[in-house]
């Protein structure tokens, strides 16, 4: 539900970097969102084909770069992906692990005409 | 001609300027704030009733009730309290965000605060990823959701501050494993101050005051 104030913080921050560029049409747009962020692709395209009408960035596509989430285990520094549900480090067991990929959420760059 | 432009842009960038400037105004005015979230139901308004209930003289409160509906059913129990209250009713919106939270804060005599409770939507995704401007995080879990809300909802375990751990009077009722449930929250949010209390006995609750206290100046 929150995906609408999202796509419009993207709006806004498109098009001033459109507008600051001096671009014709704005094509695409590309985001980087880490596993931990909580945003559904088909939704935020969806309220973005509404908000973004009788822009120059009416027509763009919305391109979603997605970030495995990552661990670092503080203990014996191995390295393993979040998977499905939260394990202790499957090397040495320890919880003492800390997320080093997976919290990204930004607007990467924008493709312009 | 296609051409790329770099921007490299925190998305909710709008909402963290206006967090930050929140941040500056309360701390200006020698106010504590904390967001307090939860999934529905966990007792969040009943914490701060508890609160409320125990709280030193030297703090003087006020509070914030975030609903998604356009109720007053938390707020008017607070107002009956005599403490200050504003609600906000977020229209169907499943957070309060950063604008929401500076529209209130000039209904609540500011000069006479030195702490504010903001009570958020009860929700364990979407506010994890709005900023307000508070202080401090505060999770309420509950013992009835069970033991393995920080693997489902690891976002909302990692910015917080303090963890409260209600309804621990329902435990031998319950099968809550809490080794489980607290290895999940150690892994995001290593060394987290919790605290696990009954709003129904009054058990933890005084420790809690403890912290609050040692927060407001």
């Known amino acids: 539900m929150h995906e609408l104030s999202i796509t419009e913080n993207i709006l806004e921050i498109v098009l001033k970097h459109a507008k600051d560029s001096e671009a014709k049409e704005v094509k695409t747009i590309h985001l980087v969102i880490g596993q931990l962020s909580s945003v559904i692709d088909d939704c935020v395209q969806f309220y973005w084909d509404i908000i973004s009408k009788d822009t120059i960035a009416e027509h763009a596509t919305l391109n979603f770069k997605r970030v495995e989430a990552r661990l670092e285990c503080q203990e014996c520094h191995h390295h393993y992906d979040l998977g499905k549900e939260l394990q202790p480090c499957p090397n040495c067991g320890s919880s003492h692990v800390k997320f080093i990929a997976g919290t990204e959420f930004y607007l990467e760059s924008i493709d312009i005409t | ?217």
């Not at chain 2, 967090?19 to 307090?36: H, M, P, V």
């Not at chain 2, 409160?61 to 129990?77: C, H, N, Q, R």
């Not at chain 2, 209250?85 to 604008?99: E, F, Y």
């Not at chain 2, 976002?155 to 917080?160: D, E, L, P, Q, V």
């Open chain 2, 1 to 217: 001609m296609k051409q790329n432009v770099q921007i490299i842009q925190n998305i909710m960038n709008a909402n963290d300027t206006v967090a930050a400037k929140t941040n500056q105004r309360l701390s200006e005015n020698g106010i504590f704030a904390i967001n307090i979230m939860a999934s529905p139901g966990a007792g969040k308004t009943s914490f701060i009733l508890k609160t409320i209930e125990s709280l030193p003289e030297s703090i003087h409160l006020g509070v914030i009730e975030g609903d998604t509906a356009p109720v007053t059913i938390d707020s008017d129990k607070v107002k009956d309290l005599g403490i200050p209250v504003v609600q906000i009713n977020t229209g169907g919106a499943c957070h309060l965000d950063a604008p929401m939270l500076d529209n209130a804060l000039p209904h609540l005599p500011l000069d006479e605060l030195n702490l504010i409770l903001v009570e958020n939507v009860g929700n364990l995704v979407c506010p994890a990823a709005f900023k307000l401007g508070t202080h401090a995080s505060v999770l309420i879990a509950s013992i009835p959701e069970g033991d393995d809300k920080p693997y489902k909802y690891p976002n909302i375990y990692r910015g917080i501050d303090v963890l409260i751990i209600n309804k621990i009077d329902l435990r031998p009722y319950l099968d809550f494993r809490m080794d489980y449930f607290r290895q999940g929250v150690e892994m995001l949010n290593p060394g987290l101050v919790t605290f696990e209390v009954s709003c129904k006995t009054g058990e933890g609750i005084d420790a809690w005051l403890n912290w609050l206290a040692s927060k407001v100046s």
